[in-house]
Antibody, heavy 120, light 107 residues
Framework: EVQLLESGGGLVQPGGSLRLSCAASGFIFSNYAMSWVRQAPGKGLEWVSAISGSGDAAYYADSVKGRFTISRDNSKNRLYLQVNTLRAEDTAIYYC?????????????WGQGNLVTVSS | DIQMTQSPSSLSASVGDRVTITCRASQGISNYLAWFQQKPGKAPKSLIYAASRLQSGVPSKFSGSGSGRDFTLTISSLQPEDFATYYCQQYNSYPLTFGGGTKVEIK
């Protein structure tokens, strides 16, 4: 059974940093691209970032480019999102999502989400 | 960036109704279109990919169609568990983009 479990969120001040983590199980992690998607309170879904199965290709939304870094540790079956220089508008539930295959495939599984609140 | 426009933004329907949601891309995306269902307080659930292919375990009352710029999601007979918000997403090119969502409510 595929499971994706996010952690690392919480309350952080504007300008602060966090590292979000997604623990994956139930599939061969290195074979699949992964992604982060967020949802601000009461709003729709926003794609944030994606990474290839090997980790050698990464993509970012313009709204987070230069502030967020996606990475993965295939030996630990973990996906990460380093979020720096946080702004109030980054407040959202952050979901990790598994792709069906490459970075150019659709999502099949989603984690339960992890709330990041940026506030002083 | 490719813009995804969903319509309607909300609809009211009765149990047993056939419901259709549309999604239009600002440029052609072939069949690189997915649909998701999200219930309040829950993570999204993947329903359809490649415009018309059902994800594993998704009931056949859900169907998708379209190619190029125009796509539809149809629920053949609405059941109480189907009341939710539905999103389309293009994955033809980065940045990936979602539609604004369609909230399906009980009439």
């Amino acid at each position: 059974e595929v499971q994706l479990l996010e952690s690392g969120g919480g309350l952080v001040q504007p300008g602060g940093s966090l590292r979000l983590s997604c623990a994956a199980s139930g599939f061969i992690f290195s074979n699949y691209a992964m992604s982060w998607v967020r949802q601000a309170p009461g709003k729709g879904l926003e794609w944030v970032s994606a990474i290839s199965g090997s980790g050698d290709a990464a993509y970012y939304a313009d709204s987070v480019k230069g502030r967020f870094t996606i990475s993965r540790d295939n030996s630990k079956n973990r996906l990460y999102l380093q979020v720096n220089t946080l702004r109030a508008e980054d407040t959202a539930i952050y979901y990790c999502a598994k792709k069906l295959g490459t970075v150019r495939s659709a999502y099949d599984y989603w984690g339960q989400g992890n709330l990041v609140t940026v506030s002083s | 960036d490719i813009q995804m426009t969903q319509s309607p933004s909300s609809l009211s329907a009765s149990v047993g109704d056939r419901v259709t949601i549309t999604c239009r891309a600002s440029q052609g995306i072939s069949n690189y279109l997915a649909w998701f269902q999200q219930k309040p307080g829950k993570a999204p659930k993947s329903l359809i990919y490649a415009a018309s292919r059902l994800q594993s375990g998704v009931p056949s009352k859900f169907s998708g169609s379209g190619s190029g710029r125009d796509f539809t999601l149809t629920i053949s007979s609405l059941q109480p568990e189907d009341f939710a918000t539905y999103y389309c997403q293009q994955y033809n090119s980065y940045p990936l983009t979602f539609g604004g969502g369609t909230k399906v409510e009980i009439k």
